[in-house]
């Protein structure tokens, strides 16, 4: 008999392990949203920071899928929001989800976050970005770090603003020999802030390499490239959650 119970114990123990290992293999991991901190528009006067909908749009997609979402910027704490439209059901949605309006009201500083916890990085775009995404060493190596586990590094409209100086452990730049997609040079022009922004991000991601693909003014255009997943402007943005829940899923 005590033979018998000290076999039952056995099996019940490498059942256990087994279930908690085929448990864990099948957890989501989470996903990481970064959104800019900067408030003005150079020296124009003109307010800007993370725009909503490229938040919501892609938090919906994701969300609804089970995935449990944190939210970094650069400064932490709560980042300036743009594009601020409540008459978007998404955007009222996410406004008025009270875990979610309390993370982005309370966003993480880069040194709080640990890479091995998530899945992918997701760069949210307005205006703010193009000031204080490309030379934040921290976000970058947090980017880097996930893709280098095999995550999906994303962002949309001048998100990828945060892609320009992610390096690689080969040394070479993440967008590099990559098909990379963000807010045009013509886009730029049409809201007449070409000459405002510290530089043009489609020249920027070109000079990192990147075959830069693009559409017309304002119209829906995602790239997948080699778990790099980009959009062009505010439009894509939910294109942009599906992808990346596409990648993750796969």
Known sequence: MKKLAILFLALFTIGSIQAQ?????????????VVTSHDKKGSTGEDTGYYLG???????????????IDIVSPKGGTPP????????????????????????????????????KYGAVFYAGGH???????DNTELAGIASKIY???GVVAGVCHGPAGLVNIKLNNGKYLVDGKKINAFTNEEEAEVKLKN???????????ERGAKFEKSGLWQNHVVTDQRVITGQNPQSAKSVGEAILKELNQ
Do not use: C, R
Not at 84 to 113: C, G, M, R
Not at 128 to 134: L, Q, R, S, T, V
Not at 196 to 206: A, G, M, R, S
């Open 21 to 33: 290992h085929q448990k864990s293999k099948h957890m989501k991991k989470k996903i990481l949203f």
């Open 54 to 68: 490229e938040v919501s749009h892609p938090w919906e997609v994701l969300h609804k899928a089970g995935y449990e």
């Open 81 to 116: 929001v743009d594009g601020f439209d409540l008459k978007d059901p998404v955007n009222k949605e996410f406004w008025e989800n009270t875990e979610y309006k309390n993370k982005i009201d309370h966003s993480l500083q880069p040194s709080q976050v640990d890479p091995n």
């Open 128 to 134: 703010g970005a193009m000031w204080d995404f490309a």
């Open 148 to 150: 280098e586990n095999g």
């Open 196 to 206: 405002v922004v510290p530089f043009l991000l489609e020249d920027k991601l070109k």
